[in-house]
């Protein structure tokens, strides 16, 4: 690493108020729609690029026009995927099933040759960032995983000693991806101020990285660090010739203790890493963004590198003390008071309130700018646009438009004092007092219940006692074959839900519809050969919004999109008051399915955990409540449903995992009540009823103790893309029920064939035995079609089959 000398970076300051990241998705969902066109061949990659550079500046119109002005106010954090993926295939750090992409010809093929002694080379094409993400034929995508405790997903970066990690020149100036560098280039050529690109720090890409299979013993991919500080650094010299007079780091897995690698080595890396970047000679100045919580016992050391200035997430993360602050002498601290995770407005009084403290307990004259606590990508764009809601909950709600409005506010109200903004303080306390006298906030029934919710009310049968008693009543053969609940939505069934919604197609149709949906679902399985059937969910137009639709508490937008990962994006519910069931939810739908089969149907809910952890939740209440609110509101379905003769009830936690507390000491509370709302929705459930549970991307052995406690009968797990590694740890805990492990991917478009899947049921049989294992997708099957989900199905089957036999 050769690039650090005297450095002679810029001067300039960031503005008063900023973001650190804004949806990239597009308003109505314009990249989706794009990149999916590129996918099915509607769109070349010249028309897909035009369109992303019009979505670009577009934003950056938007933001300018919320006020966000001068240079580097107004953040550069586009990618058409995932901004892990971006990094990984900049640095061409692709594992060796991707080894013909790391230098791809095509449309990447101008890149500019090969410089050993620089460490650059030739980008991955747009086609190649595609297939990494997505796979290939037999080449299987990138593992994903949660971004931290978000609902958001990434790529996980496979790294070996031998990976090779170098830098694409430019990246993004001419590489076809459109990175940061490029995103610089075309604001300026617009004679717009520079924007402040924003790319993934070095130490929290290596801590979010994987060793690669094959990879040696020990290997961790934070010994990788030097190699990836070179690339880096390479980029802050493109960023730096580009016009770019800040750059942002992100860094948020600083602010977990939750690691494999220890934390004292973690604390040496940032110490490491952030001394070299700062000594780079010509770079940008440097922003270290540490969202979603605490930089603790980071923030010492980060204060003691070169780096000008420091993002701090004063929502999820506590303000630091006098003493923590006196080093920070001279940089720039980016306050994180508007949260970038929830659509409650700010408290402004107690938000302005905060700012104060710290610029008072800083060093004189250090900088304060404000800002919101992460990237605003995990909220829709625009509250404004929501007219179907009702005017007094709409007026509690601050989208990423409004939050840009209320970071202008409160840096107004720092700059000028509380005098320049008494009106908007006045306004906030006011709608803030409305929302509290709201009947629907605080309903005495829903609270008496909760109160007197029992352990008894928490706890089953003894397994044992359940095992035998659900053998006898389903009589199921050894590795049993299922579905996770979904069935692809098609055209038409999208279609029908629309034109009912509008008033154009009446219930009964509507219904009917529904039914016959339901009925070539349950013949196709059948057919096919599964053991436990489901309903497909043909009426749901999501797992959470269903739900939430049918629930007292709950109300749905129209416009309020938010990406999950790639090109899916979801809707979050809001979740503002108290919940109550007013009548059945699902059963209807279960019981007509199951009248068609003789075999065993599944009624499907979405357990307590995830509809908080996928809606947005109310922030006037600890969780623990709303939870317990929950649970009780799917107990008395789960009664209904066993009243109707359903013999099998998944209840999905895929989320369990995602809200895990980033700090290990807060873990325990945590799991405490989320595992029991879990338990309290499923603990009135007979013997004779056989639960399931499903989580998907949830890291299960980081949260098996977890898994075990929810006292499920049957879990189903992802399990494909990490081609079954977590299964020692699994038998290594003595985990005693009956286990899902995934062997079908269904996130990529690629069918697996038998022999893949007989493959991956193997390596289950060899570390947990037969006797325990179900055979069954990743997840459910939504958004796939239904050529590739008949052909995976009949493999998965086929492959269950196989395995019998061996035994």
Not at 768 to 775: H, M, N, P, Q, R
Request: charged share 25%.
């Amino acid at each position: 690493m050769t690039l650090p000398s005297t450095p002679s970076t810029p001067s300039a300051p960031l503005p008063a108020a900023t973001i650190l990241g804004y949806p990239r998705i597009g308003p109505d969902r314009e990249l989706k729609r794009d990149v999916e066109s590129y996918w099915k061949g509607a769109l070349d990659a010249s028309g897909l690029r035009e369109r992303a550079a019009a979505l670009r500046a577009a934003t950056r119109a938007r933001l300018r026009g919320l006020g966000l002005t001068g240079a580097s106010a107004v953040p550069a954090d586009f990618t058409y995927y995932d901004q892990v993926l971006q990094v990984t295939t900049a640095f061409g750090a692709l594992p060796e099933r991707f080894g013909d992409l790391r230098g791809s010809a095509g449309d990447a093929a101008d890149a500019g040759g090969t410089d050993a002694e620089a460490g650059e080379f030739p980008g991955t094409s747009l086609s190649g960032f595609f297939t990494a993400a997505r796979g290939e034929g037999e080449r299987a995508a990138l593992e994903m995983t949660k971004w931290l405790d978000s609902n958001y997903h990434y790529l996980v970066p496979e790294l070996d000693a031998d990976t090779p990690i170098g830098y694409v020149p430019g990246f993004g100036a001419i590489d076809p991806t459109d990175g940061p560098v490029a995103q610089v280039l075309e604001a300026l050529r617009a004679g717009e101020e520079a924007p402040r690109p924003v790319v993934v720090g070095p130490v929290t890409y290596l801590l979010l990285a994987k060793a690669a299979d094959g990879a040696d013993a020990g290997f961790r991919p934070l010994d990788r660090l030097h190699d990836v500080l070179n690339a880096y650094g390479h980029l802050l010299a493109d960023l730096w010739a580009a016009g770019a007079e800040w750059v942002q780091l992100d860094e948020p897995a600083l602010v977990s203790d939750a690691w494999d690698v220890p934390r004292d080595e973690v604390l040496a890396a940032v110490a490491d890493a952030y001394t070299w970047i700062a000594a780079i000679a010509e770079r940008p100045q440097v922003l270290v963004a540490g969202s979603y919580g605490s930089l603790g016992d980071a923030l010492p050391v980060l204060a003691g590198t070169g780096v000008e200035g420091i993002a701090l997430d004063l929502v999820a993360g506590e303000a630091p003390s006098v003493d923590e602050l006196e080093p920070l002498a001279g940089k720039t601290v980016v306050a994180g008071v508007v949260s970038g995770r929830n659509i409650w407005r700010t408290d402004l009084e107690a938000a302005l309130s905060t700012l104060e403290s710290l610029r008072d307990a800083l060093p004189a004259g250090t900088p304060v700018v404000v800002g919101t606590s992460t990237s605003l990508q995990h909220v829709p764009h625009d509250a404004a646009r929501e007219t179907s809601l009702p005017a007094d909950i709409r007026s509690w709600l601050a989208f990423a438009d409004q939050k840009v409005a209320e970071v202008r506010i409160l840096a107004r109200g720092l700059a000028d004092g509380r005098e320049a903004v008494a009106d908007e303080l006045a306004e906030d306390t006011r709608l803030r007092a409305e929302r509290a006298a709201h009947p629907g906030v605080n309903r005495g029934e829903v609270r008496a219940a909760v109160v007197a919710v029992t352990q008894a009310d928490r706890t089953r049968a003894p397994y044992a006692e359940r095992k035998a008693a659900q053998k006898d009543r389903l009589g199921l053969p050894l590795l049993p074959t299922t579905t996770i609940g979904s069935f692809p939505q098609t055209a038409e069934i999208r279609k029908a839900r629309a034109a009912h919604r509008r008033g154009e197609l009446g219930t009964e149709a509507y219904e009917d519809a529904m039914r016959a949906e339901i009925k070539r679902v349950v013949r196709l399985q059948e057919e096919i050969g599964l053991d436990v059937l489901v309903h497909g969910e043909a009426e749901r137009n999501d797992m959470v919004q269903y739900f939430a639709e049918l629930l007292d508490g709950f109300a749905a937008t129209e416009h309020g999109w938010v990406q999950s990962y790639g090109s899916r994006c979801t809707r979050p519910s809001i979740l503002w008051g108290d919940i109550t069931r007013p009548e059945p939810m699902t059963v209807a739908w279960s019981s007509y399915a199951q009248s068609l089969t003789d075999k065993p149907m599944k009624g499907m809910l979405t357990g307590p955990v995830t509809i908080m952890a996928w809606s947005f939740v109310r922030d006037d209440i600890p969780r623990a409540q709303v939870a317990d609110q929950l649970g009780l509101a799917l107990r008395a379905e789960v009664a209904d449903l066993e009243a109707a003769g359903i013999p099998v009830v998944q209840v999905d936690e895929p989320a369990i995992r995602e809200t895990l507390p980033l700090r290990l000491d807060d873990r325990p509370d945590y799991l405490e009540w989320s595992v029991g709302a879990f338990r309290l929705a499923t603990g009135g459930a007979a013997a004779t009823t056989q639960i399931h549970t499903h989580l998907c991307y949830s890291e299960f052995d980081v949260v098996i103790d977890a898994v075990d406690h929810l006292d499920a009968d049957v879990t189903s797990i992802e399990a494909s893309r990490s081609r079954m590694d977590i299964l020692p740890a699994v038998a290594e805990h003595g985990f005693e029920r009956q286990l899902g492990p995934g062997v079908w991917d269904i996130h990529s478009p690629r069918v697996p064939s038998a022999q893949e899947c007989t493959d991956l049921l193997e390596r289950a049989v060899a570390a947990l035995g037969v006797e325990k294992l179900w055979a069954n997708p990743d997840c459910g099957l939504k958004t796939r079609a239904y050529a590739e989900t008949e052909a995976s199905l009949r493999h998965l089957v086929a492959a269950a089959r196989a395995v019998r036999e061996i035994g």
